[in-house]
């Protein structure tokens, strides 16, 4: 295990999705593996944790999904941003793109498909099937089996990004993002 | 229409939630709305656009969208957060939900329920009945019928936050969100 990921409670690993940053989505079956960017995920439930992710089928990755039934979420942080774009932009059925990407990769402890290294919170899932979904909306839901983050990034239930590097990012489009912004909390509502 | 809403192409409109903001969920049936506020909704597909929604079974809200099969997402702004955490604490059984967190809104063109008054960003959304999803999961799919964005904001396909209480929000838990931060563009992928 990477030195850098320390356990999250599975209850609390929605916590890690919830202001929709994008992620890295990996995936591996009979020794192939891939990696793909995706903006589309989200928790779906609290706990047992769930997950929802979208996955175009005519991507690699939705092929080594559907044959291992796994996946896993890396959240990247700024300064992999320029990694995360070029996983979106090129096809892993023209060779592997982890290493075209830039991106290293540690062992998860529940799947089979690997972490993405300097990233900052991962979740390890199993799709639940629902057939319906997958071949009509390309929807896939999912069980978070482990969640992981950076404590120096993430500990207690809260983000606390130490520095704009390791800051969550968020996909706007044409190779544009916003890094994750100013923290503020509001007073308890009066009802 | 409020006259801070100018229409947003359909095949755009994903980009209103591609970044992960907090959405306000507004309903209507029989003569009762509501409003509350939502961190689990985004896009599911281009054009024609769709989107998912987690909507809570004890909800009011999944009341009258199950009986009026529609709904809107209103994107709220920073200025709007303190509202946006009391919509999301309170219920609508209790009474009504606008008056209490200090919303005013405007009436959608497509659907029956109506947006909230100075937000953002605007989608009227008709749900796609998937039994087994809403009963299974909480999780609604909807087709964006019709889309707005204030032109200050999100004009040309992007969004260009004028100042600090226009930014959308991001949110965290327990009364904490992030403010969408700052824009950057990565180059385009040597492949």
Redesign the interface.
């Known amino acids: 295990m990477n030195n850098k990921a320390q356990p999250v409670a599975l209850a609390k690993s929605y916590?890690l999705l919830?202001?929709?940053?994008v992620t890295l989505v990996t995936s591996a079956s009979g020794g192939r593996r891939n990696v793909m960017s995706a903006?589309?995920?989200?928790?779906?439930?609290f706990d047992p944790p769930?997950v929802?992710l979208?996955i175009d089928r005519q991507t690699l990755t939705r092929e080594l999904v559907e044959a291992s039934g796994e996946f896993a979420l890396s959240v990247p942080c700024?300064a992999l941003?320029?990694a995360?774009?070029?996983a979106g932009?090129?096809s892993g059925r023209d060779g592997d793109k982890f290493a075209?990407s830039g991106f290293e990769t540690f062992a998860a402890t529940r799947i089979g498909a690997p972490l993405i290294r300097d990233c900052v919170a991962w979740l390890e899932c199993r799709v639940i099937p629902?057939p319906?979904?997958q071949q009509r909306?390309?929807?896939f839901?999912a069980e978070v089996l482990a969640a992981w983050a950076d404590p120096e990034v993430f500990s207690g239930?809260?983000?606390h990004f130490p520095d704009a590097g390791r800051?969550t990012i968020?996909?706007?489009?044409?190779?544009?993002?916003?890094?994750?912004?100013?923290?503020?909390?509001?007073?308890?509502?009066?009802?």
Not at 40 to 45: I, N
Request: hydrophobic share 40%; charged share 20%; with cysteine.
């Open positions: 916590l919830n202001h929709g940053p903006a589309w995920s989200m928790p779906l439930d769930k929802l979208v700024r941003a320029d995360v774009l070029a932009s090129m075209r629902e319906v979904n909306y390309d929807l839901i239930g809260r983000w800051k968020h996909y706007q489009a044409g190779g544009t993002f916003f890094a994750t912004g100013e923290a503020f909390e509001c007073p308890p509502a009066v009802q």
